[in-house]
């Protein structure tokens, strides 16, 4: 089963490195293969519970030149805010015991959206990605994300 295990930080924070990669739809013409970029891009990603969707800042947008599906009114407890929305995949590079680690995709492509700018992560990863498979948090700040292998 791919994990992903780390402790929270000073802060009570999960931060992880996931790969993100743009949504590539698949229409074969004429009996042609089309053919894919399956390679991630590694960034920090901040494991939150109280978010619905995955959200990527505006670098991840700007580097992957992530193009917008549309725009959606996301409700927070201050105000309700319009942001785009975004397809992209999520990997993870499970921990690996001494070999070199596969990135491993976790299920279909995710309808995120924009989330600005953090000094410190460019993925909120919600959950939409994280019921996808469980998370545990242990007394001694450990946690384990794993991932079934159906999903990958």
């Known amino acids: 089963m791919p994990l ?3 402790k929270l930080d000073e802060r009570g924070r999960a931060l992880v ?3 993100i ?3 590539q739809s698949y229409q074969p013409v ?3 293969t089309a053919s894919f970029d399956l390679n991630f891009t590694e960034y920090t990603a ?3 519970t109280g978010a619905l969707r995955t959200c990527v800042s505006e670098r991840i947008v700007a580097d992957l030149k992530l193009p917008r599906t549309g725009r959606v009114d996301v409700h ?3 105000r309700s805010e319009s942001h785009f929305t975004y397809l992209f995949h999520v990997g993870i590079w499970p921990d690996a015991d001494g070999s070199s ?3 491993i995709g976790i299920g279909d492509e ?3 959206i924009d989330c600005g700018f953090n000094k410190f992560f460019d993925v909120l990863l919600g959950m939409d990605v994280i019921s996808r498979g469980y998370l545990h948090i242990e007394q001694d700040r450990s946690f384990v994300l794993g991932f079934p292998s159906k999903l990958t």
């Open 4 to 6: 992903l295990a780390g």
């Open 17 to 19: 490195k996931v790969g």
């Open 21 to 23: 990669r743009p949504f």
């Open 30 to 32: 004429g009996g042609q």
């Open 46 to 48: 901040l494991i939150d």
């Open 76 to 78: 927070n407890v201050k």
């Open 101 to 103: 680690p596969t990135i």
């Open 110 to 112: 995710i309808e995120g």
